[in-house]
Structure formats: structure tokens, C-alpha cells
């Protein structure tokens, strides 16, 4: 059983800076992507940001130059630090992860809430 549990969420105002984790644990044997998507409310599931095993990063078009993906391979834990946030940066915020372990999937966090506003 693989879980995804994503920590640091909250209430920030605009300008502000939030880091968001995530750790997954069960019987893993190795994580190819990790990524984070937000799903704001009337609205589809969109891709925030992805790493690769090797470190190589992509982002969406919205978040660059505010946002930055770190992983440590060792922990199995990916981050999220979000700095400059904006309003429409408020939703969900899930982890995501391709993940090797009894079968080769992708598994999702619960999501953690994220609220830019004065």
C-alpha cells in the first residue's frame, strides 16, 4: 500500500510564501515523476509542477519564476515553495507521484488547501 500525505497548507496573503511537502510511504521500490497539481473551485485539475528522478523540473506558465519543485530521493518526499502567491493561486493543491511499487501507477495525495487572501 502506497501513501501520499501532503502537509503545509493554509491562509497567506497576497505576496506571501508558502512550502507545501509531501511524503510517500508503503512498499515502494522507486518514484519516476513527482508533481504537484491544483484544482480551484469550478475548475479542472490543472498541472502546477513536475521532477523527474534526475532532478529536471517543468512548470506551468503561471507559476514560473514564483514557484519551485525540490525533491530528496531518500525520503521519498517532493515540495512545493511558493513565494509572490496571488489569489488565483488559491485551490486544492495535490501530490502526485508515478510510483514503482507491487504495480507501476500513478498515486495521488488527499490534497492540502491553499487561500491567498487579504
Known amino acids: 500500500q502506497v501513501q501520499l500525505v501532503e502537509s503545509g497548507g493554509g491562509l497567506v496573503q497576497p505576496g506571501g510564501s508558502l512550502r507545501l511537502s509531501c511524503a510517500a510511504s508503503g512498499n515502494i521500490f522507486s518514484i519516476y515523476r513527482m508533481a504537484w497539481y491544483r484544482q480551484a473551485p469550478g475548475k479542472q485539475r490543472e498541472l502546477v509542477a513536475t521532477?523527474?528522478?534526475?532532478?529536471?523540473?517543468n512548470y506551468a506558465d503561471s507559476v514560473k519564476g514564483r514557484f519551485t519543485i525540490s525533491r530528496v530521493n531518500a525520503k521519498n518526499t517532493v515540495y512545493l515553495q511558493m513565494n509572490s502567491l496571488k489569489p488565483e493561486d488559491t485551490a486544492v493543491y495535490y501530490c502526485n507521484g508515478y510510483i514503482v511499487s507491487m504495480e507501476v501507477r500513478d498515486y495521488w495525495g488527499q490534497g492540502t488547501q491553499v487561500t491567498v487572501s487579504s
Open positions: 521532477i523527474t528522478s534526475g532532478g529536471n523540473t
